[in-house]
């Protein structure tokens, strides 16, 4: 399983971006996943997660009302759309996977990771 994400870059406070992560794996295996992300000098903090049916989303409190994750099984991959984005979104985003009955929200709990893409915010 290769994940890839892309779409990140810089843009201004109140702006929007969308990452995608895409999933190199064409087997039926269906996968949980989520979105996390760190800051400079922080841990890895959970974002957006989607069960593999796309039937259940969670997300951060932080970016609740701003961030939908939402994913397109047939093109093996799932989106964030970021909305409202404030100064304090800035981070390396990553995508991971897991292929567990239930959707975590813990970055221990997911086996495959990918590179992480530089989202910025400037105010």
């Known amino acids: 399983v290769q994940l890839v994400e892309s779409g990140g870059g810089l843009v201004q406070a109140g702006g929007s971006l969308r990452l995608s992560c895409a999933n190199s794996?064409?087997?039926?295996?269906?996968?949980?996943v989520a979105w996390f992300r760190q800051q400079s000098n922080k841990e890895r903090e959970f974002v957006a997660a989607i069960h593999w049916s796309g039937g259940s989303t969670y997300y951060a409190d932080s970016v609740k009302g701003r961030f939908t994750i939402s994913r397109d099984n047939a093109k093996n991959t799932v989106y964030l759309q970021m909305n409202s984005l404030k100064p304090e979104d800035t981070a390396v985003y990553y995508c991971?996977?897991?292929?567990?009955?239930?959707?975590?929200?813990?970055?221990?709990?997911?086996?495959?990771w990918g590179q992480g893409t530089q989202v910025t915010v400037s105010s």
């Open positions: 794996d064409r087997t039926d295996r269906g996968y949980n």
């Open positions: 991971a996977a897991a292929s567990t009955l239930y959707v975590d929200l813990e970055a221990p709990l997911y086996d495959y």
